[in-house]
């Protein structure tokens, strides 16, 4: 729809904008730490327990900033990408087998029978924190509990409103495997669910969320050649389904199941 696609290339300006000022911004960083770490390691630093306590903030602060620019460098699609053939299969049910060990007791984690699923093409662990931070949305929007739901089916081709967004000429012939993710959680209103991929969109306190999330979901989904959709009702709750393109001449997956590993930020 014409509404999807405007959607679509406004995220992709402000993709391009924030793209341009993470990059730099990042090379700053580096030069900050770098000095900082210099600093460190003078000798004269280490009788002044207070000059060392300054540089270890700084150091803290410039970490947390090169954390920032990483997501915005995701969300632009600026990423290093390692691309390999992952089983979708073997992902969720050790992102499962984590999530119950670490997540809230009254969350359900529930994973449908994975069948007949091709490998797809994507950066394994990328794709991983990907489902990671979708997860602890879901999380975050059952505060009293619920299901979380992990479903993953083969599609020959695009949905319609999708391919029309990506592929107007009708060129892609790949196939894809569908993940979609759904909590039982306060679901978002018309407003969020509109600006919900847009980086630093946030409806969290201040030190909860940063609004990231979804804008990394969304680049790394991109930036894959695949797509993401987000089906959300107030009330009821929300699904997000990632389309990632299979492996075209599917070999073998990798026969190491790819670690679920991750800590859980609190
Ligand atoms: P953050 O989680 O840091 O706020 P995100 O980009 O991941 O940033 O999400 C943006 C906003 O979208 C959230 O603040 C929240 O309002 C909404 N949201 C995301 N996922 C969900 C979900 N599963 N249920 C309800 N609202 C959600």
Known sequence: ??????????????????????HDFNNLLTVIQGNLQVLE???????????LQLVDAATRASRRGAELTGKLLAFSRRQVLQPSAVDVGQLLLSLAGMLRRTLDQRIQIAVEPLVDLPPVLAD?????????????????????????????????????????????QGQAD???????ISDTGSGMSEEVKERAFEPFFTTKEAG????????TVYGFVK??????????TPGSGTCLTLYIPTQADAQAPASEPVPATQALPP
């Open 1 to 22: 729809s014409e509404e999807a696609l405007n959607h679509a290339q406004r995220l992709e300006s402000v993709g391009q904008l924030t793209g341009g000022i993470a």
């Open 223 to 232: 930036q894959s050649h695949g797509a993401v959709t987000l089906d959300s």
């Open 124 to 168: 394994p662990g990328q794709l991983e924190s990907t489902l990671l931070n979708i997860a602890i949305n879901a999380r975050d929007a059952m505060p009293e509990g619920g299901t979380l739901r992990f479903t993953a089916t083969p599609h020959a081709r695009l949905p319609g409103a999708l391919r029309a967004e990506l592929d107007p």
């Open 41 to 51: 390691e003078l000798p004269t630093l280490a009788d002044d327990p207070h000059a």
């Open 208 to 215: 909860r969320g940063t609004g990231l999330g979804l804008s």
């Open 174 to 180: 790949g196939g894809f495997v569908a993940i979609a």
